[in-house]
């Protein structure tokens, strides 16, 4: 005999990013905790959600209790995007608490919610502080019923309602004691994370019963349109979205010589590494790999983090900017995190179904980092370029390196092999004159140059140059002149 199971629907948060960390949203009916210390944007988060959620057929009743009255709160709440003055006292209704909590009498408060509820019979209820009943309740007498008592029949009362319920609380710790996170269905726990002159928001998903949620915190962000959660794709997601059959079609690099050196361009869907010292011309070459997409029909999108986006990268970037064929991420916010860029960069793919992307660099990337995510960056930089992967852009990200003629580096995150090809630029001193050379290093099943060429930089931008066929040891401190002169073969890379 087979059991019909239980269909649970998932109420869609209206907080962009939290559906997916809570695995597609709220469980209709269920009894969840807000918790974190004061300030990390509880109140923010309950409203946002109440304000997507109620309708006239869904109210929603909102209990404050100690603290501030519902009129001081609104006047803050009402400044953000979200906040519909249309649903106050219509779709949505605000009781304070104030009286009954300050009896410290829990079955006061019990008695008054019931109340309000049968009146209004709200599919939605939030009680914020529910911290401050607590408090409130522990110095009861006797003939009061206990916190756990009071917990217990509140929950039974909400189920029994068919209520999605709400409890915010100012809680510092997850390990503080509570009957409250025993019964609550789902826990919610926000977080501020304080390092130097940074502070990082970030939430986790401790609780939710009947479904998988995404583990781990996740950095949210307050601005006027309220929180916004920066979550990476689930690994399932990505895997699923990557393509297992060799690319057919290559990219222009927009630079006369380099395609030829390439075996022909970029294979479409690739990640590439430009690695080179300070002004060796990495942002230029990147700059026209996005003005031949261009020329060619194609959108891009570029996240620049050392200088604007216009700055070094000609006129042609300037105008396509202006004309929105090329999208710029913002870099400049403070206490940035790889899922953050991430998920803005994917946005930006997706609205100009761009083809190309471009960050530029990676270096600066790491500075522009809060503190407390610097540890992680290489492991985010590769859940990163997995999911831009996923949607099938052509991604090409530079490095700055310190040019050490002793050894032939890629990266200084040791993130050469998160890339699907590598070209690598260096200075050169040969008869007294410093000249740059460049050099195909990878590109994933394809043939490709392994000459090492020179090239310069004009008005027009790179310009590939011929080999030094008579000289060797160019990798090296002091190249010497080769007695043989022989050139070097193509070959293929087993990448």
């Given amino acids: 005999m087979t059991t019909a199971k239980a269909t649970i629907n998932r109420l869609r948060t209206g907080v962009p990013g939290l559906d997916e960390v809570l695995g597609g949203g709220l469980p209709e009916f269920s009894f969840n905790v807000i918790a974190g210390p004061p300030g990390c944007g509880k109140t923010t988060l309950a409203h946002q959600m109440m304000f997507a959620l109620a309708t006239p057929v869904r109210p929603a009743l909102y209990f404050t209790v100690l603290g501030e009255p519902p009129l001081k709160m609104l006047r803050y709440q009402q400044q953000f995007d979200f906040f519909d003055n249309d649903k106050v006292n219509h779709s949505i209704h605000f009781v304070n608490l104030a009286e009954e909590t300050a009896t410290g009498d829990l079955t006061r408060v019990l008695a008054r919610i019931v ?42 009362l909400m189920t029994s309602w068919q209520a999605t319920t709400f409890l915010i609380g100012e809680y510092f710790s997850d390990s503080d004691p509570s009957p409250i996170f025993t019964v609550a269905d789902g826990l919610i726990w926000l977080r501020q994370s304080v390092q130097r002159n940074s502070m990082v928001r970030k939430l986790d998903v401790l609780k939710m019963r009947g479904q998988s949620t995404l583990p781990g915190l996740h950095t949210f962000r307050i601005g006027m349109a309220g929180l916004q959660v920066f ?104 206490g940035l995190s790889v899922d953050e860029v991430a998920t803005v960069l994917t946005a930006e793919v997706k609205r100009l179904n761009a083809s190309r992307v471009v960050i530029d660099s990676l270096s600066g990337f790491e500075l522009s980092l809060a503190p407390t995510f610097r540890e992680d960056f290489r492991e985010a930089l590769a859940r990163m370029v997995s999911a831009l992967a996923s949607t099938g852009v052509t991604v090409l990200m530079t490095s700055e390196l310190e040019d050490r003629y002793t050894e032939l580096r890629f990266s200084p995150y040791g993130t050469a092999f998160l890339t699907d090809a590598i070209i690598v630029q260096r200075y050169i001193e040969v008869e007294s004159r410093l000249q740059r050379m460049m050099a195909v290093l990878k590109i994933r099943a394809s043939v490709h140059s392994t000459e090492l060429r020179l090239f310069h930089i004009d008005d027009d931008g790179i310009k590939i140059d011929q080999m030094l066929a008579n000289y060797e040891g160019l990798l090296g401190s002091s190249p010497t002149r080769s007695q043989t002169g022989t050139r070097q073969r193509n070959g293929p890379d087993d990448g």
Avoid: W
């Fill in 115 to 156: 109340a309000e509820v049968e009146a209004h019979e709200p599919a939605l209820v939030f009680v914020d502080s529910f911290r401050s009943v607590i408090l409130a309740g522990q110095g009861g007498g006797k003939g009061f019923i206990s916190l756990q008592q009071f917990v217990q029949q509140l929950g039974m």
């Fill in 231 to 334: 979550a990476p794709p689930p690994v399932a997601d990505v895997l699923a979205n990557l393509s297992n059959s060799p690319p057919t079609e290559r990219l222009s690099m927009g630079v006369p010589g380099l395609d030829a050196m390439m075996g022909g361009g970029l294979p479409r869907g690739y990640s590439l590494l430009v690695a080179g010292p300070s002004g060796s011309g990495k942002s230029i070459l990147a700059a026209s790999f996005l003005v031949e997409g261009g020329c060619r029909g194609e959108t891009g999108v570029i996240a620049a983090f050392e200088q604007r986006a216009t700055q070094s990268r000609g006129q042609q970037v300037a105008k396509l900017i202006e004309s929105g064929r090329i999208g710029v991420v913002d870099t400049s916010a403070p």
